[in-house]
């Protein structure tokens, strides 16, 4: 339970907003259940605006922080990984161009950065894991690996647009 806001207290809460106390120090001084939400309410009730410069400690001068070197892989890098050849599929006029064989990234959770591509590469439970880790063209990965994550969506049948839309405008006729 609070005391109130009395005539001293109030007194004290001008005095001490327009020294520059913060809220939270004005309510430890005041005591008695005071909250520091108490005190912005006041001071906003009571229309106090102007007020000297808030109390904050002596900040440094801005330096420009010294490059720092690169961090060392902590491992040499593995040999690369070769991928077994999967039996091709025949070549349409609609599939997608084939894509060369992926080379193995080098990138990890902790080297991986903001363009750099994030494809998977390997087994995540495996120590050997990696990321693809090229320059990724305009989302998360590589141009390459974009054909192969965004394939067209492909058309079933022969129907034209507008047969396929009337036909699916006669179930609710």
Request: aromatic share 6%.
């Amino acid at each position: 339970m609070t005391a109130g806001w009395t005539e001293d207290r109030v007194g004290a809460l001008k005095k001490l907003w327009l020294e520059g106390q913060s809220a939270s120090q004005i309510a430890k001084q005041l005591g008695g259940g005071v909250t520091r939400n108490a005190v912005i309410g006041k001071v906003h009730r009571l229309g106090l605006s102007g007020r000297a410069a808030p109390s904050q400690p002596a900040r440094a001068t801005f330096r420009p922080s010294r490059p720092r070197p690169a961090a060392q892989p902590t491992q040499a890098p593995s040999a690369p990984r070769r991928i077994e050849a999967v039996q091709p599929r025949p070549m349409t006029a609609q599939s997608a161009p084939v894509m060369m064989p992926d080379l193995p990234g080098t990138a990890t959770v902790m080297t991986l950065g903001a363009h750099m591509c994030k494809w998977p590469i390997g087994d995540p439970s495996s120590t050997e894991f990696s990321f693809c880790g090229r320059r990724a063209s305009e989302g998360v990965y590589c141009v390459e690996h974009a054909r192969v994550a965004y394939q067209p969506q492909v058309r079933r049948g022969g129907k034209d647009g507008a047969t396929e839309l009337a036909r699916s405008l006669r179930r609710y006729i």
